[in-house]
């Protein structure tokens, strides 16, 4: 069969043959960048890994007095208490009892808005880390006065691992195998009744 039979396709011509370079060059270059941007993704933070570090909100709204609240706030416990008057009135009881009772040691440093007598921003609300400042382990409590033989006549928290006490700021007691107060997170109110751990910005 000649290349004149009507039944055989001519060649492309040279434009013919520019525009299927170019057309293929677009659909392999659609496919490499199709690739690569999972890839380049994948180094950037897990969805999962940015909900550890974001800060958590707190609906206070409704909490009755002595009530404790528990978030998880980058793979940690954190605690809000809401302390009725008599916990309030315990700390001036516990104050000479504690090992740092002005909160200025500096392991686990405690914001500028919480080194006062309660340790928070609004006497009414405890907000800190419930992990114990010793080998990690997780205090129990709010424990009442008189509940516990190592807490004897004060209220507060026991870490039932090693024997530390702290007080109902997180404080703890002197001559205890902690070293140190419960950790305050950064934190802030967002309203009366929201509060938001991990973040203290004003802006």
């Known amino acids: 069969m000649s ?8 060649p492309p011509n040279d434009a013919e043959r520019r525009n299927m370079l170019i057309a293929t060059g677009v659909v392999g270059g659609a496919g490499a960048a199709a690739l690569v941007v ?11 890994a940015r909900a550890a570090g974001a800060p958590v909100s707190v609906d206070v709204a409704g909490m009755a007095p002595g009530e404790m609240k528990r978030v998880e706030w980058r793979g ?3 605690w809000v208490l809401r302390r009725t008057p008599e916990m309030l009135e ?20 405690t914001p ?5 007598e309660w ?26 006065a008189g509940a516990n033989a190592t807490l004897g006549d004060v209220p507060g928290f026991l870490c039932p691992c090693h024997g530390s006490t702290f007080d109902l700021a997180g404080r703890v007691f002197k001559n205890k195998p902690a070293p140190d107060n419960l950790p305050v997170p950064p934190y802030k ?15």
Do not use: M, W
């Not at 500028?112 to 006062?116: D, L, M």
């Not at 109110?189 to 802006?203: H, P, R, Y």
């Open 76 to 78: 940690q416990p954190v």
């Open 112 to 116: 500028a808005y919480a080194q006062n």
């Open 38 to 48: 999972p890839f380049v993704a994948s180094f950037g933070p897990s969805e999962r």
């Open 90 to 109: 315990s700390l001036k009881k516990t104050t000479p009892l504690v090992a740092d009772p002005n909160s200025q040691r500096t392991a686990y440093p």
């Open 119 to 144: 340790r928070s921003i609004k006497p009414e609300y405890l907000v800190a880390v419930g992990i114990c400042t010793h080998l990690g382990c997780s205090p129990v409590g709010p424990l009442a």
């Open 3 to 10: 290349s004149s039979d009507p039944a055989t396709p001519a």
């Open 189 to 203: 109110f967002l309203s009366e009744t929201s509060v938001l751990v991990g973040e203290d910005s004003k802006s």
